[in-house]
């Protein structure tokens, strides 16, 4: 049973940084892609960053100057830093996992095969 569990949200105010977290259990960790995504309020959800399992990574423009994903490969566990946050990145945040993904593909929500529950993020003063 594949179990993907985020981590780390809560309420933050402008400016502030938080750090999530999500654990993967029940895939062989290190040969999974990870990604996060986000769903803003009346939003599509949209990819934040990825990281392939030789630890590439992507992230959507607007982001990458504030956040940073990151793996650990021995606690089964992927990270995404998020330093400067603004109103606009209130969303719920999810973790997908995905085998066999290249580079490219992490964009992809469709290529991940596991999905965590999300967790919220709420920036605000």
């Known amino acids: 049973q594949v179990q993907v569990v985020e981590s780390g949200g809560g309420l933050v105010q402008p400016g502030g940084s938080l750090r999530l977290s999500c654990a993967v259990s029940?895939?062989?960790?290190?040969?999974?892609?990870m990604g996060w995504y986000r769903q803003r309020p009346g939003k599509q959800r949209e990819l934040v960053a990825s990281?392939?399992?030789?630890?590439?990574?992507y992230y959507a423009d607007s982001l990458k100057d504030r956040f940073t994903i990151s793996r650990e490969n021995a606690k089964n566990t992927v990270y995404l830093q998020m330093n400067s946050v603004k109103p606009e990145d209130t969303a719920v945040y999810y973790c997908?996992?995905?085998?066999?993904?290249?580079?490219?593909?992490?964009?992809?929500?469709?290529?991940?095969?596991?999905w965590g529950q999300g967790t919220q993020v709420t920036v605000s003063s």
């Open positions: 997908a996992a995905g085998a066999g993904i290249i580079l490219s593909s992490t964009r992809d929500p469709a290529a991940y095969q596991h």
């Open positions: 029940g895939v062989i960790f290190s040969r999974n892609a």
């Open positions: 990281i392939t399992r030789d630890g590439s990574t």
